[in-house]
């Protein structure tokens, strides 16, 4: 066997193993008996274990010295399994034990200072987890930046320079677009009701199958948060309903199904290999807010959207399709990113891009990082944080190490936009049959040019390739300047 | 770190491993979506080369050679680890990986032989996994007896010849109790009308839990055949309901309630350690038997069940609870070993029992025999057989391989004769509390006697130590002809 054969061997079943571990990640959020979770955590410690050894054994490094790949999928296998390796080669086994061991222990006492709003209490916490992180990064970077060591494990390629160049050119447009659609006021009522949640989880399937989710190879089940999870011929999300917001459960889904999409359609000859995910989190928000955002929240889909509302829910109360538009789009006030329109979410992101670049690059304690907080939240979006719980905390994130991560969501969403604009152009029927209730000819072209390729291609090249233009964020900022120009009369 | 230690920190993770398995196993028949299955086939065969190659480790070997055991708890696991390794070192690693391939492929192949009634369609199949157990019988064996070699996977301690003898001294009067009952001729009538399956499932959820099932650490799902998963903190049961026959969904729940509640019981000290789980497949039987038949079946339970009937199932025609009783016991002729009563189930696996070793010994060929469960199923039923899925081929077993299995079913049968002689006269009460609908302090006694002794003793000495007696097939025999003769009047 050659050395290329025997590697690719290797990373296939790696590859099965770290499915298993996904999955018993899905059960333990959705099915798992609660009193097993202290038998559930040695179980994923075990395969943890098995895993990290897989990643480091030095065979793999002979076996990737030796491999001659045949052709650039070849190359791209290699390029893959040499990163990963070279990432779990230089963080030493205790450090990676410690991290683990600490970020699973911080999401119980990240929950609870919420619950209390204490970020006093939490704060100790936090500064244990970046001291980790921070040290994780050290033997990461290679005497490179922290940062950018952090921020390559979720988006290979970018740097906290590439990003800021591209945040420092959207906020003035976003910056302004917020401001003008506020002056204009409250102008739309929200829903009011008891929306029935069987309706709403019937609804949510009847959407994922409207947006080509397979559920041959898929399934939808109910969590506390949502989530996606699982790969290939097995990738599965989760949803929630809310009696009161039906739009919760709904366009969670959507989000989700975006996910599950991109995991569901890549190319079965990438099956349990390396290349056989999503290639980047910025990448795989792109396939998210695009299913969510552009199609979703289109005016073509929720004109179907209301007539399948107004069949489902008894006694619901908006009669005009262009109302029920400016419901789903409402742009209003508030604290809290996961809820944010599409207005204002990637001010919310670049304020944590920020933030997180400072603590890791030593420049804020984790100590001063409530107030700093609250003082650029008055700054960016007018409002006095009023409690830890709608400010500092709340998000898991930085509570189990996700430094470098927030970044991607609008690297997402500038991805996005640039799709957006390919999409229109290359499939002109896209809108007339979302109006029908049918997104497949859009997300038919986001399949083919995005996301069959799973991690064949860097981040940047994967949508440059299916847009046949540079990156920018122009046309995000153009599509959000016109929907929510004409929502709000600008 | 003593050898003793590293052992037993290498055995925990094992453990949990293998824990991983099972949930696998568990998600498959359960949620898993249909498109999925070949990647699980993947993601299982990975996980399976880990835990091979962790039972051969050398070091495993090493261990065991310089471990002092302190206690009798580490002697025990010494001996079960042991046992574990010597097994899986002794068969070639080809060998086991084509047992699993060809027993994979063979149950698709009996399936279908089965839905056609074409024993001659699965007889090649057949004698290649026959072929390969008996290759790898002859590998355990080390000279013995073949049969010995692949029994001791099931059920250690017992052999051909322990069973055979405890066997004969069951027949005589199994027979003549099955004579005598059917010569009463049909006493009473088949239940009658559409049971409603969500009553159903409530329904056993709650006699669940009346056998002392613990929902913070279990579940129960539908699945296409019943059957129990996992342990310690995690184990999963699962049912089916047939809107014709309520008995089938709740005496399947009953029986894996019981397997189930085994595997929780066991002493947590033993948590993810191989003394951890049930000790053999015949104790695990005497459980689920004896909450099935002993308990479920019993004038008490059957009393409460008449009455919860009557409130889960509108229009349900049985009055007396007497005559409810002797629909639940009724004893017909029959051709499956799944639906037989408790007076006849035995007959079926002392059949088997003959036949699978005369197709170990090489005493009767693959081809024959079909036309060998034919007469031995006119001798001892007086039924001739009239089509295959109603004979030779109704069981999976040995399409999967499992040779040396079937015994262990009489052999829980027996224990549960025992277990309930010594439980009456311990638990006076167990009988006016059934009666009220709650099974535990029979299960109780159960729980204290058996299951929470995990695999610490053997088999028999955990049925000995729990009755103070030795064991005996006559606790079981009185049973069934005080019972039946009553019921039919003898």
Known sequence: MSAYDALMAHARETEALKQVLGRLGWDQETVMPSGAAPQRAEEMAA?????????????????LAAAEPADAVAEAQLREIRREHLRATRVPADLAAAIARTTSLAQGIWAEARASDNFTAFAPTLSEVLSLRRREAEALADRGDLYDALLDDYEAGETAASLTAMFDAM??????????????????SRLDGHFD?????????????AFGYDFDHERIDKAVHPFSSGQGLDSRI??????????NCLYSTIHEVGHGCYEQNVKRDFLLTPLGAGVSMGVHESQSRIYENQL????????????????????????DPEHFYA?????????????????????????????????IGGDLEVADLEAAWNDRFADDFGLQVDRASNGVLQDVHWAVG????????????????????????????????????????ATGWLREAVQQHGALMTPRAVIEGATGEPISVAPLLDYLEAKFGGLYGL
């Open 402 to 441: 996700l430094f470098g991560y927030f970044p991607t969501y609008t690297l997402g969403n500038v991805y996005a936009g640039c799709l957006f604009k390919a999409l229109k152009q290359a499939v002109p029927e896209w809108e007339e049959a979302l109006a029908r209730g049918d997104a497949t000819p």
């Open 197 to 209: 949640e069987a309706a709403q989880l019937r609804l949510a399937t009847e959407t994922a199958r």
């Open 327 to 359: 419901i789903v789009n409402a742009v209003r006030p508030g604290y809290i990113r996961t809820e944010a329109d599409e207005v204002q979410y990637n001010l919310h992101i670049l304020m944590r891009f920020d933030l997180e670049r400072a603590l």
């Open 171 to 188: 906020r003035p447009r976003l910056v302004a677009l917020r401001e003008a659609v506020l002056e204009q006021g409250e102008r739309v």
């Open 238 to 247: 989760t949803t929630r309903t809310d009696p009161a917001d039906p739009f």
């Open 296 to 319: 979703g929240r289109s005016r073509a889909f929720t004109g179907w959207l209301h007539g399948r509302f107004r069949e489902a829910f008894d006694g619901f109360g908006v009669e």
């Open 47 to 63: 395969l943890e274990t098995v895993l990290h050894a897989r990643k480091v054994d030095p065979r793999v490094s002979d076996w």
